[in-house]
């Protein structure tokens, strides 16, 4: 029969295909996955070795050759069926043989397709774990190329720097409008956004000017301190990737040197990121002050990890326009520290929140590396903690009236104020300040306006005048 031999040709024409896509790829996942579907469809065998010292292939691609291989398959079998019209019991007994064995490869090839997509997340996951590794070993080789070669960013020489770092579910816009009332006249304000803006200010006659980055060389004074807002590039991504991504911005900038001093500020996680960031690069950051930071392991990371009731806490959380399951370009490698979302394993705030109380990964470093350790101890470390204040109404009954009356929590409305002050850190940290801030519990707490507390924009001030007097 005809069509039988036009089926053997259409198959042979793919298995070639199949072993060009193995050869070049490299990949010996992909080879156990066509080499499965082959053999279930039992025609021909694949030549391709599927082993090369570097692995290349793009899977959108090779979805797509299945996918022609499909429409092939399925117009070859429209073309078949067409001529049964008049067609002899023979014919139509030899039609639905054919139409069986096409059906087997077609099932194998939609077999194939979702065996791709695994693959695909096998090579992202497995991507995701050495990415992190690989970030700051590629920022150390640019650091000691830029030196060796002289290369300097655009605010190298500058003296004294503060970076400021937000928290969770959040961006930098609450610290830049409270620096702009802070920062002192000639100093300048960068803020780098989620969106790669980069924004400008400078400060003349206490005022924030907005100035373009074509004229920041002629504002720039390197005596004046840079003040650096720098957005996440996800929420909430883990703090390890926030200090890889910070980390590069501040290379490009010329700022990790041996000239520049860094006066980190966090709020929230932030503060957890800013702490990693002095881990990671602990010659460049002189102090570290944090408001409403957790510390230690806390409930909103319990809550959206664990158990049937973190489905109740996602919903409602992404109603309110929070996004709780968002990952970005990072995974622990220790275990117990991630999770899948979509197929993915990553590690993102809430991971962090729920398994981690930082005290544990300093206990480490004091271990495995005392050096940063000691470093990390001569920093100036300041950990703020805000505290709910909210006026109630209580009812008297002695005199059927309604009292106001101020009550003072133990919490910003989200984290311990004990978490906040790290008590767990013991003496690492040098002042652990208390702020009332006014919230009305969970849905509008405290801990969200405390970037703009005017006793916190009071410790900015304080912070860095103290710095640049001890340089």
């Known amino acids: 029969m005809g069509s039988v031999n036009e089926l053997t040709q259409i198959l042979s024409r793919h298995t070639d295909e199949a072993s060009d896509v193995l050869q070049s790829s490299g990949s010996k996942l992909l080879k156990k996955a066509f080499k499965k579907a082959w053999d279930r469809i039992g025609k021909n065998s694949l030549h391709g070795s599927g082993e090369k010292r570097f692995i290349e292939y793009d899977t959108t691609e090779i979805q797509a050759v299945v996918s022609k291989w499909t429409s092939e398959l399925e117009a070859f079998l429209a073309q078949a069926k067409s001529k049964m019209k008049d067609a002899s019991y023979e014919e139509l007994t030899d039609f639905f043989g054919l139409e069986s064995d096409v059906k087997l490869v077609l099932t194998n090839y939609e077999w194939l397709k979702k065996e791709l997509s695994k693959i695909d997340l096998e090579f992202e ?8 590794p690989l970030q700051q070993a590629l920022t150390d080789i640019t650091l000691l190329f830029n030196e060796a070669k002289h290369i300097r960013g655009d605010f190298a020489g500058v003296k004294n720097v503060s970076v400021y770092v937000h928290g969770i579910e959040s961006n930098g816009d609450q610290f830049l409008k409270s620096v702009k009332e802070v920062a002192k006249n000639g100093e300048i304000i960068v803020h780098i956004t989620r969106k790669g803006k980069w924004e400008y200010f400078y400060i003349e006659d206490g005022e924030p000017i907005a100035i373009d980055d074509n004229q920041v060389n002629g504002y720039m004074n390197h005596e004046k301190r840079l003040h650096l807002i720098y957005d996440t590039e996800k929420m ?24 520049s001093k860094i006066d980190i500020f966090g709020h929230s996680y932030g503060g957890r990121r800013s702490f990693q960031f002095a881990i990671d690069y602990p010659d460049s950051v002189r102090s570290i002050t944090t408001i409403g930071a957790p510390y230690d392991s806390n409930f909103p990371g319990t809550a959206v990890n664990k158990g049937p009731e973190a489905k109740v806490v996602i919903s409602v959380l992404n109603n309110l326009g929070f996004h709780p399951w968002e990952y970005s370009s990072y995974v622990d490698s220790i275990d117990g520290r991630s999770r899948t979302d979509s197929g993915v394993i990553h590690s993102n705030v809430y991971t962090d929140l729920e398994k981690v109380n930082l005290v544990e990964d300093i206990e480490t470093l004091k271990v495995v590396n005392p050096e940063v350790y000691n470093k990390i101890k001569k920093m100036n470390i300041t950990a703020a903690a805000g505290r709910e204040e909210r006026v109630v109404y209580l009812p008297d009954y002695k005199t059927q009236t309604i009292h106001k009356v101020t009550q003072k929590d133990s919490t910003d409305g989200v984290v311990h104020v004990e978490s906040q002050n790290a008590k767990s850190l013991k003496g690492l940290v040098d002042n652990r300040p208390i702020y009332h801030v006014d919230g009305n519990g969970w849905f509008d707490p405290a801990h969200v306006y405390e970037i703009e507390s005017p006793e916190f924009k009071k410790l900015i001030q304080k912070v860095n005048t103290n710095q640049e007097e001890v340089r």
């Open 236 to 259: 909430n991504e883990h703090r390890q990737k926030t200090s890889d991504d910070l980390a590069k911005k501040l290379t490009d900038l010329g700022l990790i040197n041996k000239e």
């Open 125 to 132: 996951n497995a991507v995701l774990v050495y990415r992190s």
